[in-house]
């Protein structure tokens, strides 16, 4: 065989090779990402589904079915109970703070400032640090002694994590403090995309700096805030890092969140089953209010 013909045979090999790949369908390329996941994710999460069920303690294979029994019982937990309570004041009040904060940031950010680019990563950097090492340093900010930390600074006596009053609050602040940079780069990145042009048209026609925010700027920030307010709001309800590592639920249950109470059911009192229902319920009522956000804001995105 010549080396021309050698070379011929090989480019036919690897065109039909090609041709092959061509045809296969478009799922197959995808098939071991997909497994994978299935493997991680999926049958992990439907383990837990049928744990919920059982009356599992998380040793051995002993285990019997109980039908609807963990979820009575979560009816009637009143730790439970007010545990959703906290988690949907800790929501409400994050996802307002922090999207507020974050578009007075990225606000800032956006003007023609010669320190902006510093600015954007001083207030993006605690985004970045872990949210156990941000809870420990808010506790030393949080010291009730009245000549350290905030209490020092601001001449107060309060017991921000020990008051059963303040506690919740406190970790609300706790956790603006970290991600309002992370809402920041998101409206900021919708900033970028504003044209110039509307904004000088706006000018031309005698619009002031509220009212081209209002008619121009904020029209236009819509798919940034539907991105903020659900990554903001899954967050708050699946709350635990800053709250076991600042307060551990306390003082009493005045910061338990459900995810505290899966933890201590699942790890401290042995009730695996028990803790997956609850896991099931939090996640059930995750993805509902995730659906009724995303509806409501995709179709503010269509009207604005």
Do not use: C
């Not at 904004?199 to 925010?213: K, N, P, V």
């Not at 089953?273 to 179709?299: E, K």
Request: net charge positive.
């Amino acid at each position: 065989m010549t080396p021309l013909t050698a070379f011929r045979a090989r480019a036919a090999r690897v065109a039909g090779r090609r041709r092959v790949s061509a045809d296969a369908p478009p799922w197959l390329f995808a098939a071991p990402a997909l497994l994978v996941y299935a493997l991680v994710v999926l049958y992990p999460a439907a383990s837990g589904v049928v744990y919920a069920f059982t009356d599992w303690s998380g040793i051995g294979q002993d285990m019997s079915f109980v039908g609807l029994a963990n979820f009575r019982t979560l009816l009637g937990d009143e730790q439970a109970l007010g545990s959703i309570g906290n988690t949907l004041l800790l929501t409400v009040a994050v996802v307002f703070v922090q999207n507020a904060v974050g578009l007075l940031l990225a606000l800032g950010v956006h003007a023609k400032l010669k320190s902006r680019a510093l600015l954007r990563v001083i207030f993006f950097a605690p985004v970045v640090v872990s949210p156990v090492m941000v809870a420990f340093l808010w506790k030393y900010i949080y010291n009730p002694d009245p000549t350290a930390g905030l209490n020092g600074l601001l001449g107060l006596r309060v017991d921000w994590l020990g008051d059963p009053s303040v506690a919740l609050w406190s970790i609300a602040g706790m956790v603006v403090w970290q991600y309002a940079g992370y809402s920041m780069v998101i409206f900021l990145a919708g900033l970028e995309g504003v044209p110039k042009e509307l904004h000088e048209a706006a000018m031309i026609d005698g619009a002031g700096t509220w009212q081209r925010f209002r008619y121009v700027t904020w029209p236009l920030l819509a798919p940034a805030v539907t991105i903020n307010l659900m990554l903001s709001t899954i967050g708050g309800l699946k709350l635990f890092d800053q709250v076991f590592a600042a307060t551990n639920g306390g003082p009493g249950y005045a910061t338990e969140t459900l995810s505290t109470v899966l933890y201590k059911q699942a790890f401290v009192f042995g009730k695996f089953g028990y803790s997956t229902a609850i896991a099931l319920v939090l996640a059930l009522f995750v993805a509902a209010v995730s659906l009724v956000q995303v509806y409501y804001l995709r179709n503010r995105e269509v009207t604005v």
